[in-house]
């Protein structure tokens, strides 16, 4: 599809305001992740336990990047943005309306959980085509902001709820969110089909080396699919094992007092999100395969630094394994958007890339259950580090095969 010059110079302007309103709406649908700061003072209140609502959050979040996916293809990204950014203020709104954990589960767990995923798959992968010469750099950029977001939404939700209370805080913060995603949809636009930004000469490819786009269905019966997948499920676990204990760890393991362990938590969020956004841009220079190839060898040294931390019960290597995996995770999460789009075209990208998705979901639910039986089993978290240690090496030995197949595809 050609189109007109005029066209191609108000887009290729008009590419970085879509950019920098996907970074900000990403930003607010992070704050999902700051539910640790509103969950204990709602489980005090309502005398419940409340695991089962985060985690259904997580569990839908596939289905829903799938779904939204399927309407951003077809009708594009501007009403499916607004749609979830209406789901996720409402969702967040009425969470502090909860009289039971039914409604929680409703209210954030499904409202809230299915409106951040048909965002998040929009975002990213919408943006992704405006910039087929920084797909790298743009899928770190506006992963980093939803990555990020905690650090900056738990310590002001813990703000708002000690002038307030937990429900007023769900309150304020859901309308914040409702205007801001809302009004951020409008600036959301399709990127025509085969748009290229002005000054910029796509590389000569050989017609073999030239990526055909690739239906959901045909996506689905290629070998290489599930050799990525796998690797995102590998890459995934044991980042979300980490993640998901970050605090916990740092008290069992070592010496750190309370608000060390906290600290910790913001430590690993930070250079989560610094993997995301160096690597993103590595990965334009390198290729996509060696920067996750990279990541995969520092999560295994990572991993074996955190073995020896909990046998010496050292603050100092935690900090390094910490840091480490950290850096992986995030570097899984800023590549894979673009190593999707490189693999299987941009025309499908937001539904193929939510089916790809399934395999990050799969590690949310492998990795901190693998944490929790191992600990509550063993009164130690070292066979846990060694099971994702295994896990990264089989991710180390996909990325090979990966290299095979796609030599052979060539």
Same mark, same amino acid.
């Given at each position: 599809?050609? +189109?007109?010059?005029? =066209? ?18 990403? +930003?607010?649908?992070? $704050? ?12 005090? @209140? ?5 695991? $089962?609502?985060?985690?259904? &959050? ?27 950014? *209406? ?11 909860? =009289? ?21 798959? /929009? ?27 905690? *650090? ?8 708002? /709820? ?28 399709? /990127?025509? &089909?085969?748009?290229?930004? @002005?000054? !910029? ?16 269905? =045909? ?12 690797? +995102? ?35 690993? /969020? ?7 956004? *160096? $690597? ?16 995969? *060898? ?37 590549? !894979? ?24 979901? &799969? ?18 978290? =070292? ?22 197949? &796609?030599?052979?595809?060539?």
């Amino acid at each position: 599809m050609n +189109l007109p010059p005029e =066209q191609i110079s108000s887009l290729t302007k008009k590419r970085w305001m879509i950019l920098i309103f996907s970074c900000l709406i990403n +930003l607010c649908i992070g $704050s999902m992740y700051a539910w640790s700061s509103l969950s204990a003072p709602m489980a005090k @209140e309502l005398d419940a336990n409340l695991s $089962s609502v985060f985690s259904t &959050a997580n569990a839908i979040s596939f289905v829903a990047m799938i779904i939204g996916g399927f309407l951003n293809d077809k009708y594009g990204p501007r009403w499916i943005v607004f749609t979830g950014g *209406v789901m996720f203020g409402v969702g967040m709104f009425t969470s502090g309306l909860a =009289q039971s954990v039914t409604h929680l589960i409703l209210s954030y767990g499904i409202c809230l959980g299915l409106g951040m995923s048909f965002v998040y798959g /929009c975002t990213i992968s919408n943006t992704i085509k405006f910039f087929p010469d920084k797909r790298g750099m743009v899928g770190g950029m506006t992963t980093a902001s939803y990555g990020i977001s905690s *650090v900056i939404f738990a310590p002001l939700a813990d703000w708002i /709820c000690s002038m307030t209370n937990a429900r007023m805080t769900f309150m304020i913060l859901g309308a914040i969110f409702f205007v801001v995603i809302c009004a951020g949809a409008f600036v959301m636009k399709r /990127c025509p &089909a085969g748009f290229i930004p @002005e000054g !910029f000469v796509p590389p000569e490819l050989s017609a073999s080396k030239k990526v055909a786009d690739k239906s959901p269905l =045909q996506m689905l019966k290629a070998p290489v699919f599930y050799v990525m997948i796998i690797m +995102l499920t590998c890459g995934g676990t044991f980042g979300l094992m980490i993640i998901s204990g970050a605090k916990a760890l740092a008290l069992d393991m070592t010496l750190a007092t309370p608000a060390v362990a906290t600290l910790f938590v913001s430590v690993l /969020c930070l250079f989560n999100t610094a993997g995301r956004l *160096v $690597s993103g841009a590595l990965s334009d220079k390198l290729g996509r395969i060696n920067t996750l190839t990279v990541a995969m *060898v520092m999560a295994l040294i990572g991993l074996l630094v955190l073995c020896v931390s909990e046998a010496t019960a050292s603050l100092l290597l935690f900090a390094v394994g910490v840091i480490l995996i950290g850096i992986c995770f995030g570097t899984f999460m800023g590549v !894979f958007p673009g190593f999707c789009t490189d693999r299987f075209g941009t025309k499908y990208n937001t539904i193929n890339y939510g089916i790809m998705w399934i395999g990050f979901s &799969a590690a949310g639910i492998i990795g901190p259950s693998i944490l929790t039986a191992v600990h509550n089993a063993t009164g130690k978290y =070292q066979g846990a580090f060694m099971i994702a240690f295994a896990m990264a090496v089989l991710g180390l030995a996909l990325s090979v095969i990966y290299r095979f197949i &796609a030599k052979k595809i060539q």
